[in-house]
Structures are given as C-alpha cells and as structure tokens.
C-alpha cells in the first residue's frame, strides 16, 4: 500500500518536461509459469540532450532479478519505493532488465494479471510499471516486439499487439509466439493475453483493398454470445472509413473478453481486451441496452485506432484529446445507426445527473485536469462525456465539412506524435478559419455554465429579443470564473406551432447563437407574433438552462418542436417544475398538486400514433430521484421520492384505459435485434411500470404473465424490474426463480444483484449483505461490485441516505476492505460518500465522519486518498 507521504504528492500539468531519455525499441519475453512469472525487457535508450542526468524508472510490486547495459552485468543503480535510478549510461545503450512477478496475487487489475484461468494485462493508465521497469509516460512511443512462452495444452493462444511473426513447439510440452507491432506505441497500449477460447472468426477488406482477420476470443462455451460483437466491428470499420476516411493499419485486429476488468474496455494496439459485458449477447442472456452498450463499445475501441493510437496524449492531463474526441466518434457512430434522438437524449441524461454532480462535487476539474495525485481518478465523465460535449460543440461552430477538414489536419500533422489538446484545436481553427480563441476556456475550466435567458417582444415593430447571461459557479478547485463561447442552438414558433425564420435588417441568422460575453442580447425582427422560443436545441451547450417557461408553453414545445431532443426536453422540464414545486409542498405540509397542462400534454405523447415509440419511451420515462436532486441546492431525497412517485401515479390515471390497450399492441412475436422493434419494448416497458402505478393487483398479474412467456432478456427484465421497483407480490418469487435459473452465470446474474441493491425498501442492506455471500459474488470482481454495491450506493437515494446512517456505514466498511485488494474499483465506488454537498445538514454530518474514518486509515491508497481529502474539504 501506499504511505501518506507519497499519495500527497500532487502532479501539475504546468511542470510537463520532455523526457531525458528516449526508448526507441523495447524487445519483450514473457516466461509464463506459476507461481512466478518472468519478464525480459530489452530497451534501446538514448540520451535527449546533452546532459548526464541519472535515468529514472517507473516499477511497482516487482522482484528485480537482473540489469545489464550493452551485455555487462550492471552495479550502478538504485532500488527505490516505485522507481529503478540507473547513473552514468552512455549516450546510447542496450539495457537488458530481468523482473519476477506473480499475477495471481494481483488482485488490483493493473499490469499482468489472471481472469479466471487466463493471463491478461491492463496498462492504462501506469499499468505497465507493474510489468517491467520502464519510463511508464504516453510521450515515450516505442516499437515493441514481444515473445510469450508458456504451457501449450494450458495456454493454446498467445497474444499480443501487432501482427504474428514467428510461433514454434518447445520441450516440456511449452510453445512460444512472437509479435510484432511496426507502430511506435506508448506503454499504456501493450497488451499481453494467455489463455485457452472459443474464438469467432471473421474478416473485412479495407478500402484499399487489404483484408483484415478478425478474431474475438471469448470463454469456452460462450461463442453462441460473440457473434453480435463481430458485426458490430465490421460495422465500426466500414463506418470509419465512410464517415471520417480512416482505414485500419494491420492484419489482425483481435478482441479478448474477460471477467476481471477494471473498466469497460481498452484500445491496445491490434489487441483489444474487453470486459465481458461488452462482448457477450444473445436474446436469452442479454437486454436490447446491453446490445446497445456493446454496439457503442466496440466502435470506441476500434476509433481509438486513430484517435488516441495513431496520435496519443504528450501526458496524461491531455486524456480527454483521446477520450472526449473518441466518445464523440463513438456518439455518432450509434447515431447513424440507430435513432439520432434517442442516442443524444441518452448521452445528454449522463451529462445532466451524474456528470453534472461531479462539476458540483468535490472532484471538479476541467475537462483537461490542472493537478493530480492519481491519475485514475481523471478517467471521469468529465473527461469522457463532458469532454465529447465540447468536441461536439467544435463541430457545431464549425459543420461538418470543416471539422473532417481539421481531422485531417490533425492526423498530417501528428500522425506517429504525442501532443495536446492545443494541438487539436489549432487544427481544427487552421484547417476551418473559425476563432477558437475563446472556445478554448472549456478545455481549462470547470464547473457547469448556467445561461439565464430572457426576452421581450415588441409587437408595434415585430421585433424580439433574447437576452442571454452566462454565469459560471466557483467550483471547489476554481473560485474565479471566466466568459465562455457557448453555441446556443434556438428555433421560434407562432401559435401554430410554424417555425419562424430567424432575421434581422434583411439578413438571415442561423439557429447557432454564438454566446460570447456575460451579459448579450440578439434581436430578430420581422417576428409577426410572440413566439415560443426553443432554446439549447440538440443540448448544443453542456450547461444550465434557465428559462421562465410557463406550462402552457412546455407542453406546446413537447407537441410542436421539430427537433426530437427538444420535445423530450420540454417534457424533462415540465416534469423538473413539478418535482420542484411538489418538493415545497410537502416540505410545508401540504399535498402535491400536478397541473391538468401536465397530464394532457403526457396524454397527447401517448396517444401519438405518428411518433417513433423509442422517442415515445424516453418522454414517458420519468427523471430518475439522482438527476432530480440535481435541481435543489438542498435536496431532500425523501420528499423527491414521494414527489416523484406521486406524479407517477397522476400520469398513470390520466392515462387511464389507454395503458392496458397500448401494453397489448406492443407485443411482439419474435425476438429481433432491430431499432423498430427495441423501441416497442422499450416503450412496452414503461408502460408496465404506469400499469403498476394505477393498480398494483391486475400489474402483478400482467408481470407474472410477461415474466413467464419472455423469449429475450429485455422482457425477463422488464417484468423484474416493475416487480422490484413497485413491491409487488410477485417479487420475491420471480426474483428467486431468475437467480435459480442464472446462478452459474456472473454477467447474466449482474440483472438480480442490481434489482437487490436497488429495492426500495428499509431491508434493503440486509438483503445486499445476504447477496455478498452469493457463490457468484467475489469483491475481486469489479462487475459484480457494480452491479450490486453500485446499484443500492447510486441508484437507491432513499435507503443510501437512510437516516440512521447505515447506508454510508455500510460503504465506507467496503471501502476499508477494497483498499487491500482493489483501491482503483473503491475510488469509482466511492462517489455517492464525496457527493454530499446538496444533502441536509444532518446527513452531511454523518457522511463526514465516515469519511474522517477512512481518512485515518493506515496505508489509504492514492486512489482514495485524493478524493476523501477532497471531500474533507467542502
């Protein structure tokens, strides 16, 4: 573990320095066998520079064996806590580096590990520290060649990046493979795989002509599940070089699933390592959103070819340069294959819950962070999501032609380079002639913009105004503010619900209004009547939106915006003025009141007939108590529960008849993977949920009925979760009867321990400890944690924040234990305990003597250390 001292030590990206020595070459040769495994790495190095400054190594939790420079054994060095010091190399040199590490025993995930029987690695961040002593930074891109040598009856296939050049049979049953990566990488994308699969095979030709293998390795038994995978990544590269140009550059691209994976997935060269949950589906095993996740997996991967392969980060404060513009890659790639609605409010829902709480927790940092002490902690929504908002942002001040036209910019100039953010968008301004001069602020600031927009109509001139001031909050880590350029993507309608073009004095104006100041004003004219303004269509801004819509209004937009993201908002608003003012209600004793504006206008979306019911579903689905408590400065969760379950139970009686009729005409005869028929069980889903809200009884048969008939996992876990979220008499049966029939399958049985981590129910943690005793269950699994830990920390606010504290008891216990085995996982776990700054007063106080606990715990690892000091500080 690490000691206090050294998690204190804070990184700022303002000290970057070049490296003082660069590895051109570094020859690998892993000796497989247990319990000991043992890595020779062989580096060409060279001096950058004149100068005789010792060279320092990255290394961790290994057994130095041997070191020589050009052959001869070396004396002169130093073992330090985390580093290998060698003094007086000559200029150039051939150092030779022999390490024992035993994988079994790394129960952290990082560097070389074992997933059940098989041998994977994870590098990035500073994995590869664990592996060999190395200069473990992005900005040190070396060619690798790698020999694996191992039991040959244990471990059939050896892997590793590039393209395969030598395999042969040795004594003692063992057999060697070698590769070869012709591509400079930096070592956070080596990957090594040992083990014994089912493999899925497939090929696509490039463009140019060139045909490519294709393999994905799964776990015996499991090929049935591998299929939707492979399609998914033809359809990734076909995609790649249709929209963006970019061609894949080696023989075989390969992908591994496996069980112990720390993330989701990892991009390394040729050899993408996968969580199993983004690689397995089949109709019997998997829902349409884990269809979804896999499609959306595979893509990103396979985009990081280019975008963070092809040209990495100088450092790792740069990660969002990869990350933001790869998930922005990964965003349009869903879109164009499936509903460009629908996928943008599901990116948008990210942003505004659980992206929106980090800007206002105590782990704000701007897209490119300023200062670390862990640089896991910085792979965050922030980083990711928020980062891909202001990719996207980029792209709508520039369109489409301009933004390939700065991609190609980009990939001329750096190609084979690790460079910055600046970089990128110095690109994207030289290759478009478009001043992102202030646009770059989003790179350097936190927190979340809020725009309060007001307006006038002046109907004697047909002029309106818009008057638009933008305000940062001061963050935790940034108390002064500065403007930034906001697109804000508007339309005006006339009582008609016709859209009103935008003008002033004889010249058309786009629907991009570039925000630019604190305080601005747009004036159009020619606007024959007072209009309903549709304001951040498309979520054109990741920001705050406040607007003094009235509900007539919203539920006009919610029937006549012509951009899909924009009825769904008017709805999300509609719904938010409800909670809000129901909140206050009940907090003065009074009873909730839902406008009868609200319930026509969720009725008129009902009864809809013309609209795509996946656009249908998303309306209908109510905020979830997270995003909700997002609109309180002090958010009170019970009363948001109540609020929310009580509008529930409005809808469900306007809805009425309508339900029961609709549910029926949602039925399907067959199970197919396409958007037409996922958007009817998406829809049918919800509409179980309203069923149960307006009569517990006649619902409790229906689930039991579509529980019993389900062909495919997304109906099986429909019926579960209405019967889990509702209580209703069938629950505990139907959940007993699913874990009976998945019990011998982790991924599948991440469905039941979700539903018992989020029962809403006072005996809930009870039955979350019953279930960490589960056979399936090991707190070495990252999944596992997730599913259960995870669902009853962030998805059940309710009993979390039980009263009594239990709830963060119960979490902070965990942390302890997990600090031992996988500090990385309690960091990302961790998150609903630092979040505490819109809770009372009293549960405030209870949180922060759980963290003041973990705080004094002896050994806390970096990874924790940097958050609960953090937290400490609010």
């Known amino acids: 573990m690490t000691n206090h001292s050294q998690a204190m030590t804070a990184k700022y990206r303002q000290d970057y320095q070049a490296p003082l020595y660069w590895i051109d070459t570094i020859d690998l040769d892993f000796q497989l066998q247990e319990p000991l495994t043992q890595v020779t790495a062989i580096t060409r190095i060279r001096r950058n520079g004149d100068h005789n400054e010792p060279l320092v190594l990255d290394g961790e939790q290994l057994t130095l064996k041997s070191i020589a420079i050009d052959g001869v054994p070396c004396e002169h060095y130093e073992l330090g806590e985390g580093s290998l010091t060698l003094f007086n190399l000559p200029t150039e040199c051939v150092l030779t580096i022999v390490t024992l590490l035993d994988p079994a025993a790394n129960s952290a995930l990082e560097g ?166 983004f690689v397995l589906a089949n109709p019997a095993t998997a829902t349409d959103s884990d269809y979804h996740g896999i499609e959306r997996v595979i893509g990103h991967e396979y985009f990081h070819n280019w975008t963070g392969n092809r040209v990495t980060c100088r450092d790792w404060f740069q990660l969002s340069l990869k990350e933001g513009l790869t998930v922005f890659r990964d965003q349009e790639f869903s879109s164009d294959f499936g509903s460009r609605g629908v996928n943008r409010i599901n990116n948008v829902r990210t942003v505004r819950g659980p992206q929106f709480a980090e800007d206002a927790g105590p782990m704000a940092h701007p897209i490119r962070p300023d200062v670390v002490i862990e640089m896991n902690n910085f792979y965050t929504l922030t980083v990711y999501e928020k980062g891909s908002e202001v990719i996207r942002m980029m792209h709508t001040l520039l369109g489409e032609e301009h933004f390939q036209a700065g991609i190609r910019l980009y990939f001329e100039r750096f190609d084979g380079q690790a460079v910055t953010c600046d970089d990128f968008v110095q690109a994207m301004e030289d290759a478009s002639g478009v001043d992102l001069g202030r646009f770059r602020r989003w790179y350097s600031q936190s927190g979340t913009p809020e725009l309060t927009v007001t307006d006038e109509y002046d109907a004697a001139s047909d002029v309106y105004r818009l008057h ?107 719904i938010n003025k409800a909670v809000i003012d129901g909140v206050a209600r009940i907090q003065q004793g009074q009873d909730v009141a839902v406008s009868a504006t609200l319930l026509d206008a969720f009725v008129a979306i009902l009864d809809d007939r013309e609209l795509d019911p996946a656009l249908k579903a998303e309306i209908l689905a109510l905020p979830g108590e997270a995003t909700l408590t997002e609109l309180f400065e002090v958010a009170d969760v019970d009363a948001i529960h109540r609020v929310r379950d009580e509008i529930q139970q409005r809808l469900a009686q306007a809805f009425g008849a309508q339900l029961a009729a609709q549910y029926d005409s949602l039925k399907l005869p067959t199970y197919r993977v396409v958007h037409a028929d996922m958007a009817k069980r998406a829809l049918k889903g919800v509409i179980l949920g309203y069923l149960a809200a307006l009569d517990a009884g006649s619902a409790d048969l ?45 991924l599948v049985l991440d469905n039941w321990l979700r539903l018992v981590g989020s029962k809403p129910a006072a005996d809930v943690l009870a039955d979350v400890k019953l279930a960490m005793a589960h056979p399936t269950f090991s707190i070495r699994n990252p999944n596992r944690l997730r599913a259960l830990i995870g669902s009853f920390a962030m998805n059940n606010q309710v009993q979390f924040h039980a009263r009594d504290g239990s709830g963060y008891r119960f979490l902070t216990d965990l942390m302890i234990e997990l600090n031992e085995v996988n500090p990385q996982v309690a960091s990302r776990l961790i998150t609903p305990l630092i979040q505490f700054k819109r809770l009372d007063e009293e549960r405030k106080g209870l949180i922060r003597a759980e963290l003041t606990r973990l705080a004094s715990l002896e050994g806390l690892a970096r990874d924790l250390f940097e958050k609960v000091s953090k937290a400490l500080l609010q």
């Not at 697109?487 to 786009?510: F, S, T």
């Open 468 to 574: 638009v001031r933008q305000h940062t909050p001061p963050t935790q880590d940034q108390p002064q503010k500065l403007a930034l350029h906001i697109p804000l993507d508007i339309e005006l309608y006339d009582e008609q619900g016709a859209v009103i073009p935008l003008q002033y004095q004889g010249k058309a104006i786009g629907n991009v209004l570039d925000v630019l100041e604190t305080e601005q004003t747009f004036t159009f004219d020619r606007v024959p009547t007072k209009p309903v303004p549709s304001l951040l269509r498309d979520f054109s801004a990741p920001v705050k939106l406040h607007y003094d819509y009235n509900d007539e209004a919203l539920a006009f937009l919610m029937r006549f915006a012509r951009n899909e993201f924009a009825r769904w908002d008017a709805a999300q608003m509609l």
């Open 112 to 277: 070389l590990y074992k997933s059940g029987d098989a041998y994977c690695t994870q590098c990035e961040a500073e994995g590869f520290r664990r592996i060999t002593y190395y200069l473990d930074r992005p900005d040190i891109l070396a060619r690798y060649s790698t020999r694996i040598t191992a039991d040959k009856a244990k471990y059939p296939f050896l892997l590793s990046n590039g393209n395969k050049v030598d395999s042969g049979n040795l004594d003692g049953g063992r057999h060697f493979v070698q590769w070869q990566d012709p591509f400079p990488k930096p070592s956070y994308l080596f990957a090594l795989v040992a083990g014994d699969f089912d493999v899925e095979r497939g090929s696509y030709v490039t463009r140019s002509g060139r045909k490519v293998a294709l393999e994905i390795f799964v776990d015996k038994g499991n090929l049935d599940r591998a299929g939707f995978a492979m399609e998914s990544l033809i359809n990734s590269m076909r995609w790649d070089e249709q929209r963006f140009g970019l061609e894949y550059d080696l023989d075989i691209y390969m992908i591994v699933a496996v069980d112990f994976f720390n993330m989701g997935a990892m991009e390394n060269k040729g050899l993408n390592i996968f969580n199993s949950k």
């Open 702 to 746: 229906l689930v039991r009925q579509q529980y019993a008939a389900a062909d495919n996992m997304t109906d099986t876990l429909a019926a579960l979760q209405v019967a889990n979220s509702h209580l209703l008499p069938c629950r505990a049966e139907l959940l007993a009867d699913f874990e009976g029939k998945w019990a011998h399958d982790g």
